[in-house]
């Protein structure tokens, strides 16, 4: 099959979880398939090295991202329209442009589109059998519900509905959808229960990645955060975690050592002693690995978390909230340590620091559950079969 294949994110290298997924995605289309990927960038097109997905794709075309500015006259407009003003800010005419001049050049069979971003521009390929990948609703409803004042509430509930009412729009152009976890199909059986065409196609590792790294060399009393801050809810935990959780840990281990990895987008962070911003770097991996602990202080979103899997598959213990760790089969004690306050989770990663054997357990315990939960060689088939469905059924209909 020839595909097509939009992305939201230039997915080489696979360095935030987003990239993890796509390139996961593209990887295993192009085993079999011709796969053309157009992508937005924040790096012009002549800046980018096209050697690494040579192999897995045909041809790539690259189109300039617009970064959201909420006080852009378009940003401002988009207060009184029924689309979310977020995508009425960014919406490209280049994108849509080399979407309709790429599927006029020759036949695809299929178009898939990963994330709203890219989902938006179903327009431009309604002849053709689509699939919409990673629908995510919780991040928008944890806004809502969660608000505790009464602007916020309005604020977020004006954004959640608006999203409620797009992609129930949306979901018309595409003949199936998928969600990374079973708490955002519940969501969306909730509150677009119209739409069956759903399937569960959960984050997972390429366990192949992971096996090269070892903890011989560990480093003492260090924790590690990976996640970008142009995700906002990245930003959001960390300002939480740096404030309130950090200063009981060093009460207790004044050498304590964090590092946070990523694009920090200068975003601020309160000062603190003993924070490393390691920014951007080519592979997290060998960081994750040589940390004692990964803590994922997230509050708000959707999804499942790559960083969670990532850690367990290197062998190193994690500290979460129970809305970092959504979405995944975990039990807290067994396989991380969940913790819900500045208290507890201080606590926990106390805990592991002074009691080594017991991380050493609960990554064991993790590691396995990774190789058999969350294996890309296996999520890997049902995302393929479900294109293939999607095609076929789309011939049958178009036969009949």
Known sequence: MKILFLSNWFPFPPDNGSKIRIYNLIQALAENHEVTL????????????????????????????TAYNPKRLRALVGFWALTPRSLVDTFSVEMRRCIESTLSTEGYD????SQLSMARYAASFR?????????????FSDAYFQAKSILPRLRNGLTWTKQIHYIR???????????????????LQRYLPQFQAVEVIPNAI?????????????????????????????????IW????????????????????????????????TGVELTGFVDDVRPLIARS??????LRRGGGTRLKILEAMALGTPVVSTSKGAEGLDVRDGKHVLIADTPSTFAQAIIRLIEEPETGLEISENAHKMVVEKYN?????????TLVDTVVSNKKTTATN
């Open 127 to 139: 002849a053709y059998p689509s699939l919409f990948d990673e629908i995510e609703l919780g991040l």
């Open 110 to 113: 299929i178009v898939i589109a």
């Open 376 to 384: 890309w060689s296996v999520e890997k088939t049902r995302f393929l």
């Open 206 to 238: 390429d366990l192949k990645k992971y096996r090269e790294f070892d903890h011989s060399d560990r480093l003492e009393k260090t924790l590690i955060f990976t996640g970008s801050f142009q995700y906002f809810t990245n930003y959001e935990a960390m």
């Open 292 to 297: 004692n602990i990964c803590v994922v202080p």
């Open 169 to 187: 729009k949306l979901l018309k152009d595409y003949d199936a959808c998928t969600v990374v976890s079973e708490a955002e199909s519940s969501l």
């Open 241 to 272: 975690f740096i404030g309130d959780i950090y200063p009981l840990v060093q009460d207790q281990i004044p050498d304590i050592r964090l590092m946070i990895t990523g694009d920090h987008a200068n975003l601020p962070l309160p000062a603190d």
């Open 38 to 65: 157009i992508t937005f960038s924040d790096q012009p097109a002549d800046e980018i090295d096209f050697n690494e997905p040579a192999p897995f794709c045909r041809k790539i075309h690259v189109v300039a991202r």
